[in-house]
């Protein structure tokens, strides 16, 4: 029975504009809500090996494969014989970059250890040659982001009275992902300006631009 | 969605402070600075200083001419002087009789910076250190701010500098400051009272536990002044000599009218009328009458 | 009552005149086909009639509704957009002025009323007007052009034969039937 | 040592030069891009010493060679770069600071038109070579014939090798040449006062009346007495009287400047000494009859109609001086380079012995226990004499080193003649400037932040110190070599007794120092490195003033033209800053002009010659004309021209060449009758106008301040009530 | 049309429309206007797309060489750009408001000419939104300043005036489309009902199936009220905001209270100027001189000239707020646009913009078509010459004497401006020839009334006493269309 005419059908207007508000107030609570869960709760967000006292966004990421001139194994030396990551990159704790182990250091063990191995052999002959092989970076971030691993290795691990020296490990991992089961090491976390945002959100870092880019 | 709407229910009142409590923030620090316009002599080390620290392009005598110079700090000088001898400029036949007047200009972080509100992408906002950041990287070049501040302080990188030909060929390149990003073409800057080093020393402190002490961040200007005509400090430590001198001369932050006992002080800041609320406080140069 | 009977025809005249068209329905208003009502009257015109409505009778339509209902979420949604954007931006304090500036927000909020307003009243004039949908029966090319067409619906033999004589009374150009 | 060296020379191995290439990428592209894996490069450090960390800047010590002054400086290396020079707050000379030429070193080391690899001339043009093939030429060409040295200004260990080669290639003559010095008003205090480089206490003077001496910018240590003016300004403030030709950048800061009329500084003195001696009553003790007589006939009037100043300003100085002491008279820069350059020192000097300033604002220096060591600070003089000597062909194998004699020479000495006959030219430079292009053997040498050095600040107060300079990172071009190393090894190849222990001249600097500080222990030399400097015997002198210096005041021949002045600045210094951006954008201090050169003329000259600002005017001398643009303002005497020195290379270089004028070229052959000094204030010149019209590129467009609060000045009595001093 | 035949038009052309003018003529002139193109029209879009190339090759030299390659300097940062950027948004102001105005106030003489006047509404906002987006330094970052989520939890700064303009422009563009979209819907379906091939494809689909009963009609009325409705305070608000890019800075001749009303004034004249400017060339080549007759041309002068008049006020008002105010960089500021080197370009925009609507008091210039088409390109002239003086010469003069300095714009930025010319050509040559550039319902209902209200009182007496009309008054009746 079509019988149109909207004289019949008669629509609560104002009830439905009073809706319409509501809709808009619900959405915004809600996402206060939500927005408390994301940035100031830790259950929903899934950490990584454990870092007491901290919440970070434990995004995967799955970076190429950067050939290096040595074939250098994490595994081996800080996972297998849990060598402290700090004991190479020695730097990290004095300054922004981490650094890469002087020659001198890996010669301070291999002049001994595994010296049968072809890749020690390559390290040693490049010392004789008194030449430092050319890494290249996988942890590249732009050059207007200056990222300093001093401030947030003292942020995690020595100012964090749950841990002590020998957990760098873990605290590394927040960035560079396991690391210590890897062999040349590989991007495992994505280093994009919203992981590092989450990551100060969530744990009251510095919101101040300047921090990284001047 | 949380990043849409967020947390504006909490603290709105917060949100909401005016200029009064300069901003929302707890400020950690206010840096700010004293030239002092007697000592000054002109020598443009300060200038040349700045160039070296900054990674600031030259640009050559042809774009200098249609003044897209770089120069975050620039030495004016003039051969008036209105306070003391007005006329004698108009004199086609006078000497000039007391030399000339010299005037260091850099970014005079504006406490109420005009060139803030205006930026489409806030790329130019207000530090908790009372700086006046610019974000290179977030810079799309409206060039909005460079037209609203009545300093004329800041540069536009009109062209890319960047390539061989152009401010850094080889081996120069590696001269430029790590701890500085070489700005690219359509990207506006300024001075940033040397921020590197701001950051490195509060980083130094943070690392030992204790609060930047006066004298502990010199500007590249400052360090290099032959006569120390510049004094650059905390404005909020009242220790700092910054703080005592803009003391002495009775000098506050957040007026843009000094209500002082004695009008016979030097102190000054350029514009402060227009309310932009400066951190540079210029000593008036004296010269015998 | 009209509504209740079971007839299914449709009649669609075509007139030249424009006055003659009224007439017809001057007619059908006073009656002169017993059981047909001005709410079985419909016309097709190449423009619009607002003098023919009072005739038909008045027959509102939602779109200022739509409007209003459009531009208050408009604003509402807007203010809270821009409150809630700048309140999770909180990095950008400048020149000592407030986080939230109410002012910028409200003209901000203010374009945004008229777009939501101007898109809600798009959507009610698609809605009211039956637009974007089949196209109704009887459309001739001529209404387009310079002549008017009447529609009656819902009407018997009978009737039908009297709508016929009322039409041919008014010098109709062309009729049309149909059953549904 | 050569252990030490290696390890020395180690640490500069950086984590590779990739983070200039970093900044480089910039900041264009959304970060997503630049969020690169295995772009970029790090090569790690092989064995480094415990303090160096990469992202962490470690200052170095060392000496700025951009003059004679020898700042000590601090340079701030990271990842094996230098990156920013600052002063040494322990020296004596800078005490922390540094002028924008000491920053601009910088781009001295990092100069992309630096010389790579040794050059030899064959058939007429100049081709790279190796080391080996420039060396034994040179061995097989300058051991025959009268050889000789010309340098810049020289002192420690460096002069003492190139004297050392000297003499083993059977030289004898050693041409110091510095356009820009303070010889006369030197030549002035050694003959007058008995101490050639006295001790002058701008801080501790209440006026400084200074005729022409630039102290701010260019006389003997600039940054030193900038120091002191500083402290000079500072509560209770003094009165800067300054009275020169054209304004100079002390001139731009003084109380007063007093635009003389070239030449007649002299007169100006006197008649300052007779308002003193007849208004005043300052008693001329110590001062000799004749000059008694010679003050009094300057009485102020008759001053002022010569030095073309008016009398009550006269007036006015000597009573300025009168009413504070202990005050402080200097002559040099303008007023010095004239013929009458010498009298006018001498006259300044009379007048601070009226005025009782010597021992008081003039103090004793103290000279060199080792005086083989000591700086020879070098004059245009010694340029003269090698052009002459050139001419008449007493030269025939030249080594040159640290100065530019063909950019400096005027054409009136005919120094290219000169060259010409020269039979055997070795240059020893790291840029390719005019003297090095008309070289027979170019040898490539290490930038001054790549090279080892040991100096003597050309003014220091106190105990004097030993600046050392020292590597800052590895050598930029891999193939030059350090000054000390190529005369070390000429010397050797030369067959100089005594050198063949040591294989370097790192070697040779270190032995020779633990000699001179009697200790040969790694800490001790490893404290001097750290502090740059380290002080050595010196033995006191004392004043005397000696009267009659003051020969003549007859001022330069008043005929028609103006009066050229080829005025020194800060910056460009002579020459050796125009290769340097940094520099040629640094404003001009008065004019505020970059990139090209000009020439100051006062608006009645210039009205009255039909010149505008940005004409170009050709100034035209008998020796020759050069065309540059005019800028007009009131800071020049109306009778003088200025152009300044250090533009118009014809090579140095992209930034320098082609690009200004040289206004040394047009001088006329005139010296300062005493010293010799060639008078760079005294050329009479034709100037018209070119017909030509282009704006300068400045930086200042306007000269004044159009009502806004800009510049605030305050008289000083107003400033002494609130701030007190006297 | 022969210059006797025009002359003769333009005395005995006394309605605005002649209501006997048959409705199949109607349909068939609009329809024909849209059909094979002639040579004058291919002439004018190679022209226009001439312009528009030389364009595009200045931007991609500006994007490669920097913002440097259009002379802007340290003191200079925005210069032609934003001044035409301004200009062309000031143009889309008369087509859209004044139709909704004069919709409002039943005004039916505008029935003929909104049409276009909307089109041209549109097409000058596109031509404008192009401007902000070229002057950046950045240009391929532009879209930062559009408030889109992203997981660095940045935003664009909603207190700066240039994210107000994004806002205002993208919803005046959108409104103003779908207000020339609405009012074509009925014309659309005519055009269905008339083409065949891609236009019929295009027309139908466009046409939503508009079928024209009464049901349709009244939505069509009340929403065609309601956007006009709607569109009003944007139009005022949007050239207000616009204005604010100047007035909230705070150089010296920027900073002025007027300017919102200022802008909005002006916007609406130069507008104006281009209605008289395009109606008369419409007319022209489309011979549409029944539809775009001498008493519409009439009354739209008249309007200009009123628009004209407040536009002087405001701006005499700005010079003396100025000049009685007690800012001297400001008096500096006026006294240079006046004396300065820029000093020709502003007596320029005195002479045009205000002395020049005088001659639209005579009657024989409001029925001269060559006279009033100069004229009305003078007064645009006139208007783009204001705009430019706003900018530049506050720029060269600001509160600094060091910016002091004066800048000419180079070729780059004439490319740019000359090619937005071409681009808005293109775009309007485009519309004219695929929809009708005079509304054809709309031209009937005006006939239509027209008409009733002559026989009013006729029906009344029909209707109600006689019953059916004789043959004759029917034939009197006749409305002509079969």
């Known amino acids: 029975m079509v019988k149109d005419s909207s004289t019949k059908r008669s629509i609560p207007w104002i009830r439905l504009s009073m809706l319409m508000v509501f809709v808009g107030a619900i959405i915004v609570i809600a996402a206060q809500v939500l927005d408390q869960k994301l940035h100031y709760v830790g259950e929903d967000v899934v950490p990584g090996p454990i870092v007491p006292g901290t919440q970070y966004p434990d995004e995967k990421f799955t970076g190429i494969d950067v050939p290096q001139p040595i074939n250098f194994s994490h595994k081996i030396h800080a996972g297998d014989n849990e060598i402290n990551c700090m004991f190479c990159h020695t730097y990290a704790r004095r300054s922004k970059v981490s650094g890469i182990p002087p020659l001198s250091k890996c010669m301070g063990c291999h002049t001994v250890i595994a010296t049968d191995k072809p890749e020690i052999q390559k390290l040693t002959a490049m010392w004789e040659k008194g030449e430092s092989p050319k890494w290249n970076k996988v942890h590249d971030l732009p050059d207007f982001v200056h990222f300093t691993h001093q401030r947030h290795l003292k942020r995690f691990l020595f100012d964090n009275e749950e841990l002590d020296v020998s957990d760098a490990k873990r605290v590394c991992s927040m960035c560079h992902g396991d690391i210590a089961e890897m062999t040349v090491a590989k991007k495992s976390r994505p280093l994009t300006m919203g992981f590092c945002i989450r990551c100060h959100e969530a744990n009251e870092g510095p919101s101040d631009c300047t921090k990284c880019h001047k | 969605m949380s990043s849409l709407f967020g947390n504006i229910l909490k603290g709105w009142t917060d949100y909401t402070k005016g200029i009064e409590e300069g901003g929302h923030h707890k400020y950690e620090h206010m840096w700010g600075m004293v030239i002092d316009l007697d000592k000054c002599t002109g020598c443009n080390a300060c200038s040349v200083a700045c160039y070296a620290e900054n990674n600031i392009a030259t640009v050559g005598e042809e774009k200098y001419k249609a003044r897209q110079s770089m120069q975050w700090l620039r030495v004016e000088r003039y051969f008036d002087e209105p306070d003391i001898d007005p006329g004698a400029i108009d004199d086609e036949n006078a000497m000039q009789e007391r030399g000339a007047s010299f005037l260091p200009m850099m970014c005079q972080q504006c406490n109420a910076a005009t060139c803030e509100p205006v930026c489409p992408v806030a790329a130019t906002y207000h530090t908790p250190d009372g700086l006046n950041a610019q974000i290179y990287n977030r810079c799309i070049g409206s060039r909005y701010c460079a037209n609203n501040c009545p300093y004329r302080l800041r540069v536009f990188n009109f062209y890319s500098y960047t390539d061989e030909d152009g401010a850094w060929p080889e081996p120069m390149k590696q001269q430029l400051n790590p701890d500085i990003t070489v700005r690219e073409k359509g990207v506006m800057e300024k001075c940033t009272f040397c921020i590197q080093r701001i950051r490195a020393a509060k980083d130094k402190a943070k690392m030992e536990n204790r609060k930047v002490k006066d004298d502990e961040v010199k500007t590249a200007c400052q360090q290099t002044c032959p006569t120390q005509a510049i004094m650059f400090g905390d404005l909020l430590n009242s220790e700092s000599k910054v703080t005592q001198a803009w003391e002495r001369q009775q000098v506050k932050l957040g007026k843009y009218k000094q209500d002082r006992e004695n009008p016979k002080l030097r102190g000054y800041r350029v514009f402060e009328e227009l309310n932009t609320d400066p951190s540079v406080l210029y000593l008036e140069r004296v010269r015998e009458e | 009552m009209a509504n209740h009977r079971k007839q299914n025809h449709r009649i669609f005249g075509l007139f030249a005149d424009f006055e003659q068209a009224f007439e017809v329905i001057a007619g059908i208003r006073r009656y002169e086909v017993p059981g047909i009502t001005v709410d079985d009257v419909r016309i097709k015109s190449p423009i619009e009639h607002p003098e023919i409505e009072d005739i038909l009778g008045e027959r509102p339509t939602n779109i200022p509704k739509f409007a209003f209902v459009g531009g208050l979420f408009g604003l509402v949604f807007g203010f809270f957009f821009l409150a809630g954007a700048q309140a999770n931006f909180t990095v950008q304090p400048q020149g000592g002025k407030p986080v939230i500036t109410i002012p910028s927000n409200l003209v901000l909020a203010y374009e945004m009323l008229i777009l939501f307003g101007v898109l809600a009243t798009l959507a009610g004039f698609i809605i009211g007007a039956r637009l974007m949908r089949k196209r109704g029966p009887f459309y001739n090319h001529a209404v387009s052009l310079d002549q008017i067409g009447i529609v009656v619906e819902r009407i018997d033999d009978t009737q039908r034969q009297q709508v016929r004589d009322l039409f041919a009374r008014h010098r109709v150009i062309d009729v049309f039937e149909e059953t549904v | ?726 | ?482």
Not at chain 5, 154 to 161: E, T, V, Y
């Open chain 5, 1 to 482: 049309m022969s210059e006797a035949a025009l002359k003769h038009l333009s005395e005995t052309q006394t309605k605005d429309i002649d209501e006997n003018i048959a409705w199949a003529k109607i349909n068939q002139d609009v329809l024909r206007s849209m059909e094979n193109p002639r040579r004058g029209y291919w002439i004018a879009m190679a022209i226009s797309v001439a312009l528009f190339s030389v364009m595009i090759y200045a931007e991609v030299y500006q994007y490669m060489y920097g913002m440097g390659a259009a002379l802007l300097n340290t003191s200079h940062m925005w210069d032609l750009y934003i001044s035409t950027f301004v200009f062309w948004i000031g143009m889309s102001h008369s087509g859209t408001l004044l139709s909704a105005i004069l919709h409002l106030v039943h005004a039916d003489w505008r029935k003929p000419i909104y049409r276009f006047a909307e089109a041209m509404t549109t097409f000058s906002l596109m031509t404008a939104g192009i401007f902000p987006v070229i002057h950046l330094g950045r240009v391929w970052n532009f879209y930062w300043v559009m408030p889109y989520m992203t997981d660095r939890g940045i935003w664009p700064n909603f207190r700066s005036p240039l994210i107000w303009d994004a806002f205002a422009i993208t919803t005046y563009l959108t409104s103003s489309v779908l207000f020339l979209y609405i009012g074509m819907i009925p014309d659309l379906a005519i055009c269905r009902d008339n083409t065949k091939g891609w236009r019929k494809k295009l027309y139908t689909w466009l046409s939503l199936g508009w079928h024209g009963d009464d049901r349709q009609w009244r939505n069509f009325r009340i929403t065609y009220l309601m956007i006009a409705c709607f569109l009003i305070p944007l139009a005022v608000s949007v050239h207000s905001i616009v204005s604010m890019d100047f007035a909230m800075a705070i150089m010296p001749g920027w900073h002025v209270t007027t300017f919102p009303p200022y802008f909005v004034a002006g916007a609406l004249y130069s507008g104006c100027a281009a209605i008289i400017t395009l109606f008369i060339l419409l007319r022209y080549f489309f011979k549409f001189e029944e539809y775009m007759t001498f008493p519409i041309l009439d009354k739209v002068c008249k309007l200009t000239f009123v628009i004209a008049m407040v536009w002087t006020y405001l701006n005499l008002v700005e010079f003396a707020s100025v000049w009685y105010g007690h800012d001297i960089p400001s008096k500096e500021v006026l006294l240079a646009k006046a004396f300065g080197p820029y000093a020709p370009f502003f007596w320029g925009m005195i002479a045009f913009g205000m002395f020049l609507p005088f001659t639209l008091l005579s009657k024989w210039a409001r029925r001269n078509m060559k006279f009033l088409f100069v004229v009305s390109v003078l007064l645009n002239v006139g208007m783009w010459l204001e705009r430019w003086m706003i900018v530049t010469p506050t720029l060269s003069l600001g509160y600094h004497p060091w910016g002091w300095n004066i800048m000419w714009p180079g070729w780059v930025e004439w490319a740019m401006v000359g090619g937005s010319f071409g681009w808005f050509g293109m775009l309007f040559l485009i519309f004219v020839k695929v929809f009708p550039c005079v509304s054809m319902y709309e031209v009937k209902e005006m006939v239509f009334h027209r008409k009733r209200t002559i026989y009013e009182d006729v029906d009344e007496m029909m209707v109600l006493h006689k019953g059916a009309p004789t043959a004759a008054e029917a034939g009197s009746t006749n409305n002509g269309g079969s």
């Open chain 4, 1 to 726: 040592m050569s252990q030490s060296k290696l390890d020395r020379r180690q640490f500069l191995k950086g984590l590779g030069l990739g983070g200039a290439g970093v900044a480089l990428a910039g900041c264009d592209l959304p970060s997503y891009v630049t969020l690169e894996q295995g772009e970029e490069n790090v090569i790690s450090y092989l064995a480094p010493d415990e303090y160096v960390i990469p992202g962490v800047g470690v200052w170095y010590a060392s000496t700025c060679l951009g003059c004679a002054g020898g700042c000590s400086i601090h340079g701030r290396v990271r990842e094996g770069r230098v990156l920013k020079l600052e002063g040494n707050p322990d020296s004596s000379v800078n005490m922390g600071r540094l002028c924008q030429m000491g920053q601009a070193t910088l781009q001295s080391h990092f100069n992309p038109d630096r010389i790579a690899n040794p050059l030899v001339r064959k058939n007429g043009s100049l081709v790279e070579a190796s080391w080996d093939d420039a060396l034994s030429l040179i061995n097989e060409k300058a051991n025959s014939g009268k050889a000789a040295w010309a340098t810049g200004a020289i002192s420690g260990h460096q002069r003492v090798v190139v004297e050392t080669h000297l003499s083993a290639i059977g030289g004898s003559n050693h041409y110091a040449i510095e356009q820009i010095n303070a010889n006369v008003w030197q030549t002035a205090c050694g003959d007058i006062i008995g101490d050639p480089n006295p001790e002058i206490h701008l801080d501790k003077a209440k006026v400084i009346f200074s005729l022409g001496a630039d102290f701010l910018a260019t006389f003997i240590s600039p940054v030193h007495f900038a120091a002191h003016y500083g402290e000079f300004r500072s509560v209770p403030r003094g009165t800067l009287i300054q009275a020169e030709p054209a304004m100079s950048l002390t001139g731009g800061n003084a109380d007063h400047w007093v635009g003389i009329k070239p030449g007649t500084e002299t007169s100006l003195a006197l008649g300052v000494a007779n308002a003193l001696m007849n208004k005043h009553g300052i008693s001329g003790s110590g001062i000799s009859n004749a000059t008694k007589s010679l003050i009094n006939e300057h009485d102020p009037a008759t001053a002022a109609s010569i030095c073309d100043v008016p009398a009550d300003r006269i007036e006015k100085i000597a009573a300025s001086l009168a009413a504070n002491s202990p005050s402080i008279v200097l002559a040099g820069g303008t007023a010095t380079a004239n013929a009458n350059g010498y009298s006018a020192a001498a006259a300044a000097l009379m007048l601070n012995q009226i005025l009782g300033n010597i021992g008081v604002t003039i103090t004793s220096g103290r000279e060199l226990a080792y005086p083989q060591l000591g700086l020879i600070e070098g004059n245009s003089a010694n340029l003269k004499d090698l052009a002459v000597d050139a001419n008449k062909g007493k030269i025939d194998v030249l080594f040159v080193s640290g100065t530019n004699p063909l950019f400096l020479a005027p054409k009136s000495i005919k120094m290219d003649e000169g060259w010409n006959k020269i039979g055997f030219k070795v240059v020893l430079s790291s840029m390719l400037d005019e003297t090095a292009s008309a070289a027979d053997v170019v040898l490539p040498l290490a930038s001054s932040l790549e090279d080892w050095g040991s100096h003597i600040p050309a003014y220091s107060t106190g105990t004097r110190n030993l600046a050392l300079q020292q590597p800052l990172m590895e050598p930029v071009f891999s193939n030059t070599r350090g000054f000390g190393d190529v005369v070390l090894g000429l010397a050797k190849q030369a067959g100089a007794p005594g050198l063949d222990e040591y294989d370097d001249y790192y070697g040779y600097l270190r032995s020779a120092i633990s000699v001179l500080k009697k200790t040969d222990s790694e800490k001790e030399w490893n404290s001097f490195l750290m502090a740059g400097q380290t002080p050595v015997p010196s033995l006191g002198r004392k004043l005397s003033y000696i009267d009659g210096k003051i020969s003549q005041t007859a001022n330069t021949a008043t005929d028609g033209g103006l009066t050229l002045i080829a005025s020194a600045r800060m910056g460009m210094w002579d020459g050796r800053g125009a290769n340097l951006p940094w520099l040629q954008e640094s404003p001009d201090q008065i004019s505020k002009v970059v990139w090209d050169s000009w020439a100051e003329l006062h608006p009645k000259t210039a009205k009255s010659l039909g010149i505008k600002d940005g004409d170009y005017v050709t100034i035209k001398s008998s020796n020759g004309e050069i065309t540059t643009r005019a800028f007009i303002y009131k800071g020049i005497h109306p009778g003088a021209i200025a152009v300044p020195i250090g533009r118009g290379h014809s090579a140095l270089g992209r930034y320098a060449k082609n690009n200004g004028v040289n206004p040394l070229f047009i001088l006329d052959g005139g010296v300062d009758a005493k010293t010799g000094e060639i008078a760079t204030a005294a050329t009479r010149v034709e100037v018209k106008n070119a017909g030509k019209n282009k704006p300068l590129a400045k930086l200042m467009e306007i000269d004044r301040q159009h009502g806004r609060k800009l510049v605030a000045t305050i008289s000083a009595d107003k400033q002494r009530i609130t701030e007190g001093g006297t």
